[in-house]
Structures are given as C-alpha cells and as structure tokens.
C-alpha cells in the first residue's frame, strides 16, 4: 500500500506564502491522481486541488489564481503553492492519492493563515 506524508505546514501572514509537500512511498504502481484537501473547524472537508499522473490539475473556485498544485512524478511527490492566503484558508490539509489499489491519505498538517 502508499504511504504519505506531508510537511510544510503552519503559520502565514495573508498576502504571504506557504508550500506544502507531499511523499508518497510504499508499493506503488501508478498513483492516477494525488491532490490535496482540506477540513475547517465545523466544516465538511473539500478538495483543494488535484493533479492526474498527466499534467491535468484541478482546483476549488476559492482558490484559483492563488494556489498551485505541481506534481513531481519521479519524486512521487506533490506539492501545493499557497499565495496570497486568505484567514478562510485555515484549515487542516490532507494529501491523498489514489490508485489501482485504493485511496490513501496523509495524516494532515495545519496551516493557519493570521495576521
């Protein structure tokens, strides 16, 4: 099975800008699409941003134009660019990708935007 992990986390002005990173390891095969989530204090969690093993991406309205996902295919690692947050941004981010095998999960890491 794929393991992830991400890092990058944590505290940002608004205005400012944070990258996350996410590893995948494990028994893989071909990880067709890996993206982000995110889950906000009181709310369901949503999709941020996602990548096909192709180059496709796409991202919640919210955060076109500010955020960007990249996919490093030979890293198996993918990453999200996070310009000009906003306060709503915070939440807690999850990378997850999906397989032949399944989906799979990162354990989240919190990003808090606040000035």
């Known amino acids: 099975q794929v393991q992830l992990v991400e890092s990058g986390g944590g505290l940002v002005q608004p205005g400012g800008s944070l990258r996350l990173s996410c590893a995948a390891s494990?028994?893989?095969?071909?990880?067709?699409?890996m993206g982000w989530y995110r889950q906000a204090p009181g709310k369901q969690r949503e999709l941020v941003a996602a990548?096909?093993?192709?180059?496709?991406?796409n991202y919640a309205d919210s955060v076109k134009g500010r955020f960007t996902i990249s996919r490093d295919n030979a890293k198996n690692t993918v990453y999200l660019q996070l310009n000009s947050p906003k306060p709503e941004d915070t939440a807690v981010y999850y990378c997850?990708?999906?397989?032949?095998?399944?989906?799979?999960w990162g354990q989240g890491t919190q990003v808090t935007v606040s000035s």
């Open positions: 990548a096909t093993v192709g180059g496709s991406t």
């Open positions: 494990g028994s893989i095969f071909s990880i067709y699409v």
């Open positions: 997850y990708a999906h397989d032949y095998g399944g989906d799979y």
